[in-house]
């Protein structure tokens, strides 16, 4: 079970993280939600058609009924295997299915659950997965036992490195200059001030360079109208509208992150998005140099140089863009580093035998 059903568009990491896993099981067959009278997405995987809604970023009342009722009614499967950040209406319908009917369960923690909640609590399964350093002592620290507890990387599938044609032409495409360095915020809006500390960074450093900075931000909440429109306010008191491209959700996402010369992301919350943000692997192994935030999970990802992990904060950011900006070759080392690294530790078929092994432990 995942808090909304797993279809197109791929554009949710826990949607993508059961795509993944379940197209590169070897020796067990899943069975994924899809939303009633849609076609099945995935070759080789067998659907049950359960949500009615669109699902978007939070399952409705009712689908979360639906969800239950499909559980209660289950006969055909040996594990159910959840996937959501910790939250307490999902895991009332997964705490209720386990209690009324036993099976063995799996609880992947997608992201890390709100400040001030009761993590223990809202943890029922078997075993819980989760996908950072950071989540797993957050998890231990909340009283979840050692041997209930797994960690194991999400599952990203490889993505074509670009050649300087193909980027050149993405630019073309999406109305970006071929000839000024481009940086791209691929974050949200509503709920970490990351988005307003790299507009200030650009009117500090970057736009002084002759920079192009993107905001490619999905709307999750009714709350990133507002928060657009007091940000686009900003970039006018800053002087940067003209070198500020607010492109919002886009199909191109890829094609966007290859063809940036530095992507930053660097959130000092990451609620709401996975721990290890999709976005950022995606960069990484497009060869892009990525800059995350210290002090979150997404540090993990700057090991063995493999992307930038900085404080976050206005002038923190600002210097290290900067510095990247004047040295094409460390972006480049960084980003050869980043697709080595990427490749070895989210490659699906590695993380899908993490969880077959896991399934077996729990069947045996």
Same mark, same amino acid.
């Given at each position: 079970?995942?808090?909304?059903?797993?279809?197109?568009?791929?554009?949710?990491?826990?949607?993508?993280?059961?795509?993944?896993?379940?197209?590169?099981?070897?020796?067990?067959?899943?069975?994924?939600?899809?939303?009633?009278?849609?076609?099945?997405?995935?070759?080789?995987?067998?659907?049950?058609?359960?949500?009615?809604?669109?699902?978007?970023?939070?399952?409705?009342?009712? &689908?979360?009924?639906?969800?239950?009722?499909?559980?209660?009614?289950?006969?055909?499967?040996?594990?159910?295997?959840?996937?959501?950040?910790?939250?307490?209406?999902?895991?009332?319908?997964?705490?209720?299915?386990?209690?009324?009917?036993?099976?063995?369960?799996?609880?992947?923690?997608?992201?890390?659950?709100?400040?001030?909640?009761?993590?223990?609590?809202?943890?029922?399964?078997?075993?819980?997965?989760?996908?950072?350093?950071?989540?797993?002592?957050?998890?231990?620290?909340?009283?979840?036992?050692?041997?209930?507890?797994?960690?194991?990387?999400?599952?990203?599938?490889?993505?074509?490195?670009?050649?300087?044609?193909?980027?050149?032409?993405?630019?073309?495409?999406?109305?970006?200059?071929?000839?000024?360095?481009?940086?791209?915020?691929?974050?949200?809006? @509503?709920?970490?001030?990351?988005?307003?500390?790299?507009?200030?960074?650009?009117?500090?450093?970057?736009?002084?360079?002759?920079?192009?900075?993107?905001?490619?931000?999905?709307?999750?909440? %009714?709350?990133?109208?507002?928060?657009?429109?007091?940000?686009?306010?900003?970039?006018?008191?800053?002087?940067?509208?003209?070198?500020?491209?607010?492109?919002?959700?886009?199909?191109?996402?890829?094609?966007?992150?290859?063809?940036?010369?530095?992507?930053?992301?660097?959130?000092?919350?990451?609620?709401?998005?996975?721990?290890?943000?999709?976005?950022?692997?995606?960069?990484?192994?497009?060869?892009?140099?990525?800059?995350?935030?210290?002090?979150?999970?997404?540090?993990?990802?700057?090991?063995?140089?493999?992307?930038?992990?900085?404080?976050?904060?206005? &002038?923190?950011?600002?210097?290290?863009?900067?510095?990247?900006?004047?040295? &094409? %070759?460390?972006?480049?080392?960084?980003?050869?580093?980043?697709?080595?690294?990427?490749?070895?530790?989210?490659?699906?078929?590695?993380?899908?035998?993490?969880? @077959?092994?896991?399934? &077996? @432990?729990?069947?045996?």
């Amino acid at each position: 079970m995942v808090s909304k059903p797993v279809v197109p568009p791929w554009n949710d990491s826990s949607k993508n993280l059961v795509r993944d896993l379940a197209t590169h099981f070897a020796r067990h067959r899943a069975t994924i939600m899809i939303r009633r009278g849609e076609a099945a997405p995935l070759v080789g995987v067998a659907h049950s058609a359960v949500y009615a809604g669109a699902g978007h970023f939070s399952p409705a009342l009712a &689908d979360n009924a639906r969800v239950l009722l499909r559980l209660l009614a289950d006969r055909g499967h040996d594990l159910w295997h959840f996937f959501f950040a910790p939250n307490r209406r999902s895991s009332s319908v997964g705490r209720a299915c386990a209690r009324a009917r036993r099976r063995p369960s799996v609880q992947t923690v997608c992201s890390a659950p709100a400040a001030g909640v009761d993590v223990q609590k809202l943890l029922f399964a078997d075993r819980t997965v989760v996908l950072s350093q950071h989540s797993e002592a957050l998890v231990l620290a909340a009283g979840v036992p050692r041997e209930r507890v797994r960690r194991i990387a999400p599952a990203v599938h490889a993505l074509p490195v670009p050649d300087a044609a193909r980027r050149a032409a993405a630019r073309q495409r999406l109305g970006l200059a071929l000839d000024r360095p481009v940086i791209v915020y691929p974050g949200d809006l @509503e709920y970490s001030s990351a988005a307003e500390r790299v507009l200030r960074a650009h009117a500090a450093r970057w736009q002084r360079r002759g920079a192009v900075l993107v905001l490619a931000c999905r709307a999750k909440t %009714a709350a990133a109208s507002e928060r657009e429109r007091a940000l686009r306010a900003l970039a006018g008191q800053l002087g940067v509208t003209g070198d500020v491209v607010w492109l919002g959700e886009t199909r191109e996402i890829h094609a966007l992150l290859g063809a940036a010369d530095v992507v930053v992301l660097p959130a000092e919350t990451l609620y709401a998005k996975m721990d290890l943000p999709l976005v950022v692997i995606e960069a990484m192994l497009l060869e892009r140099c990525a800059l995350v935030a210290a002090g979150t999970p997404a540090a993990e990802l700057a090991v063995d140089d493999a992307a930038l992990a900085v404080t976050p904060e206005v &002038d923190a950011i600002a210097e290290a863009v900067s510095s990247l900006l004047e040295d &094409d %070759a460390r972006r480049a080392a960084i980003g050869r580093a980043a697709r080595a690294h990427a490749l070895a530790r989210f490659a699906p078929t590695r993380v899908a035998a993490e969880y @077959e092994s896991l399934y &077996d @432990e729990l069947l045996s």
